[in-house]
């Protein structure tokens, strides 16, 4: 998912690491310090459209280093979130560095989510403008509701509950939807997937450059 706030403010924000309150946390994640810079997926390759499969194998250091690299190609990506089919990998993982509406920062990952949502009775939806990383440049109005919950695992097997509200909400939403073999543009009418993609071969290239700069700041 893109990300739509200033980064750079983020270590004055309030922060939960893997759900938990945490007195400061930095701009970029220890994650991000330890990782590579992997290939983004982009809307019409295999791994984007079919559901991916559950993690089984915990505590390995393959799995903490697919996070730490997602970290990192999140980070120079300029996204909120990313999960492991938009690097080529078919496991059911996403990580996610994401404010909420009440300005606070939301950073971690979660192995093999299930999402639940509120009922119908208590169900808010909300347009707002949804980007992709894997649908480099393009901006949409997407539908969603204003809270979520996430029930899965971190890297070493425990439970986790990611709970999100507004933007946040969001993310867990985008991310999921991905582990399932979708994108936000299976969410839109024929009329504005069209003018999604037209904006992607628009702006495209403007994105990768500005991707490649970021990457060779780091020294990637």
Not at 62 to 83: H, K, N, P, Q, W
Not at 176 to 194: A, C, F, I, Q, V
Request: proline share 5%.
């Amino acid at each position: 998912m893109s990300v739509t706030h200033d980064r750079a403010r983020s270590m004055d924000w309030r922060v939960r690491v893997q759900g938990q309150p945490v007195d400061a946390y930095p701009a970029l994640p220890p994650e991000a310090d330890r990782g590579s810079v992997r290939r983004v997926t982009e809307v019409g390759e295999e791994v984007l459209s079919r559901p991916c499969q559950e993690v089984t194998d915990f505590g390995t250091a393959e799995l903490s280093a697919l996070i730490d690299d997602m970290f990192l190609t999140m980070y120079v990506a300029d996204g909120a979130g990313l999960a492991a089919n938009q690097v080529g990998v078919d496991l059911r993982l996403f990580v996610y560095d994401c404010p909420d509406d009440d300005g606070i920062r939301h950073v971690g990952h979660i192995i093999n989510p299930v999402l639940e949502l509120p009922g119908p009775g208590s169900r808010r939806l909300i347009d707002a403008p949804e980007g992709c990383l894997s649908v480099p440049g393009a901006t949409m109005t997407v539908p969603r509701t204003d809270r979520a919950v996430v029930r899965g695992l971190d890297k070493d097997g425990n439970s986790l509950v990611i709970e999100g509200t507004g933007y946040f909400a969001r993310c867990l939403q985008h991310e999921t939807d991905h582990l399932h073999g979708h994108t936000y543009l299976d969410r839109l009418s024929k009329r504005d997937r069209k003018e999604a993609l037209r904006q992607m071969a628009d702006r495209r290239e403007q994105v990768f450059t500005r991707r490649a700069n970021k990457a060779a700041s780091l020294s990637r």
